[in-house]
Nanobody, 116 residues
Framework: QLQVAESGGGLVQPGGSLTRTCTAT???????VGWFRQGPGKERDGVSC?????????NYADSVKGRFTISGDNAKHTLYLQMNSLKPEDTGTYYC?????????WGQGTQVTVSS
């Protein structure tokens, strides 16, 4: 069974950058994969997703377009989220998720805090 785990969270100042990494126990090319965020007192929302690491479409939430970039490395079983020009409203717990058919897999989530 697939397992995923995030790393790369922490505290960053507004305008700064951070790279999130999601490492899986197997190749992700046949999964739809993405990053999700849960802000304080809010529901978990999608940030960015890739329908397949075989080169299919990527999607971004309007709030992060032009600032965040999702990418993956099949050989390393890894999904990345490059976050630039961070804003305080980007603060939250970030989760890596993968889906194949009816099954969904989630990481434990790691905190990103954007504050001066």
């Amino acid at each position: 069974q697939l397992q995923v785990a995030e790393s790369g969270g922490g505290l960053v100042q507004p305008g700064g950058s951070l790279t999130r990494t999601c490492t899986a126990t197997q190749r992700l090319e046949y999964f739809a994969v993405g990053w999700f965020r849960q802000g304080p007192g809010k529901e978990r929302d999608g940030v960015s997703c890739i329908s397949s690491l075989r080169g299919e479409s990527t999607n971004y939430a309007d709030s992060v377009k032009g600032r965040f970039t999702i990418s993956g490395d099949n050989a390393k079983h890894t999904l990345y989220l490059q976050m630039n020009s961070l804003k305080p409203e980007d603060t939250g717990t970030y989760y890596c998720g993968a889906k194949w058919g009816p099954s969904s897999y989630w990481g434990q989530g790691t905190q990103v805090t954007v504050s001066s």
